[in-house]
DNA sequence: TTGCATATATGTATATCGCATCTAATATGG
DNA sequence: CCATATTAGATGCGATATACATATATGCAA
């Protein structure tokens, strides 16, 4: 169908002229304004549990102490977009699932001066992140998940030592919001997937989902609520290489 | 319990004193940063359905359109303190329950310059927005919330004459996502209560809770439910001056 | 071949949900 | 005063989903 342009008159009328003239006047730092970054929390699950990349900061403020991987918004960058940066940038990964989680905006949450911070989550399975782990200077820090109840509070981390590792800012909290809002998630979508690679057994999304939770879940009805959710299909294929029988491997569908 | 506070020197390392002195230097406005504003979509329910409301825009950008209420937040304010002054100052409400809902920076949203904005959303009574209403000078759009399916799009407004309301900025974009969190909240809770009085009927509680979903609901499986979940009780009053009988009025626990 | 560890299937009790039915309370209209 | 309309609330039952237990099947190693 073609469209017929109407004459710039009938749709522009005298109130856009008007706008476009105090566009032109506004002054955009009249007064200050809070500085705006983004970081980023990037999980993934081994064997061994929840773990989340920090970079050590080589810079104040909260020098030598780890950080999330993040970057102060640019001018005219998307949220999203300075979230995949950074994303790229200090974790060398791209085209993983991310995902907006939480604002956080205490006054004096950075000592340099406001600033503003929009977390997001990536989840990225361990392989992947290994094989990016090098080039980032950055080291996997295990989430000390707590079993059960609430966790909007701070998720502490630890080292391959288990010695628990001074977070930068308030980073602890936001590994909290992630595990709350990845709780939140398991109940209605198999989210786990996203951390586990592209093939996978049923056991090791149990493992993922139960590292998450903080707790055991039945095998049985765990396996039926997986498959009812119609997104996992079976590959036909099976684990190479174990001690014991050997599980089935399935994948997402539509991808 | 006595502290006994240790000499400064032991709890200020060099560390500190390096840090400080890299803050007496450090200038915020050494690179442009974007603007960072609160928009909050003030949400009740009466038995036409959700309404928001919705201020018109004496000033530019986008002037004579209907915008929700929101406010730039301050250098030393924190975000959720700058979403309840805006709705203080602009809908004439405090004490209301109010949670962030998500942030919202588009580069091109606000056509003066970057704004990003940390949406928010709050819930009350139909009487409690009523008597504040006039003071307010705004209006209460209704929402027209598609039936079913999901509702991260655009969420359009109507007035009272049911003609479609023009919404500035991206606000038809946060009405989207406030029904989108809503649905996602009622799984898991009685949350229609804060659009209520203090006492209602579970009918009422049911009907804002079909209003949101867009589907109606089993009356019998929905009293199961929220009787299950333990949070409201009966006050042992009825409804008073309704033509057939009258029904139980509940209220929440622990308030 | 045997034993082990895991996958997969079967069975059962319990909880939840949707639907239908029944009773209770109130106003209205004769 | 009484029948009736209408909504509130309770009860019962079948279908479904879930947790838990048990049994069978599979593949590998010793």
Redesign the pocket.
């Known amino acids: 169908m073609t469209r017929r342009p109407k004459p710039p008159s009938a749709r522009k009328p005298a109130l856009d002229r008007e706008e476009a003239a105090f566009l032109q006047r506004y002054d955009a730092s009249a007064f200050p304004h809070p500085s705006v970054a983004v970081d980023v929390a990037l999980l993934t699950a081994d064997e061994r549990g929840l773990r989340a990349l920090v970079l050590r900061r080589d810079d104040h403020p909260h020098r030598g102490r780890w950080a999330l991987p993040g970057t102060f918004v640019g001018m005219d960058e998307a949220l999203d977009t300075a979230a995949m940066r950074a994303l790229d940038q200090k974790g060398g990964l791209r085209g993983v699932f991310l995902e907006q989680l939480y604002t956080f905006g205490a006054p004096r949450r950075d000592p340099r001066t406001r600033v503003i911070t929009v977390a997001y989550y990536a989840l990225v399975d361990a392989a992947t992140l290994d094989a990016a782990l090098p080039a980032s200077g950055g080291i996997l820090a295990y989430l000390d998940v707590p079993w059960e109840g609430e966790t909007g509070g701070p998720v502490s981390a630890s080292g391959a030592d288990r010695k628990n590792l001074r977070l930068a800012f308030d980073h602890q909290h936001i590994l909290g919001a992630v595990v709350k809002r990845l709780r939140g998630k398991l109940d209605y979508s198999p989210i786990g997937y996203e951390l586990l690679p592209e093939r996978f ?3 090791d999304l149990q493992r993922v989902h139960e590292t998450i939770l903080g707790r055991p ?9 997986m498959l ?1 959710t119609g997104e996992l299909e079976s590959t036909g294929e ?1 684990e190479q290489d ?7 491997l399935y994948r997402v569908k539509n991808v």
Do not use: I
């Open positions: 057994t049923l056991r879940l039945n095998k049985d009805s765990f396996r039926r609520r009812a099976r174990v001690r014991y029988r050997p599980a089935e």
